[in-house]
């Protein structure tokens, strides 16, 4: 008969919670890699062209219905490769979500955020979503692991700030270029509907007042995100939110 001490009990216990998702939590992420990779890889190829056509714009080359041909192409060739690899590697990340290397997860978010960016045209909706996704896997992620309140709050606060300052870095230049590169007439406009004589330097203050907003909107939305969520304790969640902002 096979003994287990107790260090071998407690290595159970980790190993059964940092597995136990349930059947929807499951199809949740499955969907989510399953929708996201192809399109991360169609909206590189898509962005990588975008450049190629610009950099065409200024050479003055041009490789007319061949070229469009190409780009059409290429970009049903991202999607299939996205697809093969959500086919080869799909069960493994799933399985694997909650453990996957920060470092990496921290890479990813800010390569979607600078797409995002660009994909919704400058208006940063789609950052606001992606940091909102970051709190829920930071609150999954925290609870699957069995992570105490005190430490969950703290990784709560960070993703509410690194998510709130990525938000702000990614609108602060599209805002400044907006300003500074044809659309003063739309920062103006702006700038007078909350009754502020309009100047280059009150155009420039609009600007860092929305993103400081922005920042502190995403800052919230993430935070609430992930305690939502977070289910590793047993108290009401009114009573969670108020031990962890306490610790905090």
């Known amino acids: 008969m096979v003994q287990f001490d107790a260090a071998d009990a407690s290595r ?3 190993c ?56 059409v192409t290429v970009l049903v ?10 086919i080869r590697c799909l069960r493994r990340w799933v399985q694997g979500f909650y453990q996957a290397n920060m470092k990496l997860m921290t890479f990813l978010y800010l390569i979607c955020s600078v797409l995002t960016i660009g994909l919704f045209m400058g208006v940063p909706i789609g950052n606001i979503a992606l940091g909102i996704l ?14 105490e309140p005190e430490a969950f709050g703290r990784a709560s606060r960070r ?6 300052f990525v938000v702000a870095a990614v609108a602060l230049p599209i805002g400044l270029l907006a300003l500074f590169a044809g659309e003063e007439p739309t920062v103006r406009s702006l700038v007078e509907a909350v009754w502020i004589p309009y100047s280059k330097i009150a155009g420039i ?5 929305l ?10 939305l993430a935070r609430g ?18 031990k962890i902002s306490r610790k905090m």
């Open 12 to 14: 159970l216990t980790t």
């Open 16 to 71: 059964v919670r940092h597995t136990d998702m349930n059947r929807i939590e499951s199809f949740a992420i499955a969907l989510v890699l399953a929708v996201g990779v192809p399109l991360l890889l169609l909206t590189l190829c898509w962005f990588c062209f975008i450049g190629l056509w610009i950099l065409e714009g200024e050479t003055g080359e041009s490789h007319g219905s061949h070229g469009s041909a190409a780009v």
């Open 77 to 86: 060739m991202s999607v299939l490769v996205g697809i093969v690899i959500n």
């Open 134 to 147: 970051a709190g829920l896997y930071t609150g999954r992620r925290n609870h699957h692991a069995g992570t």
């Open 159 to 164: 993703v509410g700030l690194f998510s709130g």
């Open 205 to 209: 203050g609009f600007i860092l007042a």
């Open 211 to 220: 993103c400081s907003l922005l920042m502190l909107l995403q800052y919230w």
């Open 225 to 242: 995100a992930s305690i939502l969520v977070y289910r590793g304790w047993k108290r009401k969640p009114t009573e969670l939110v108020g």
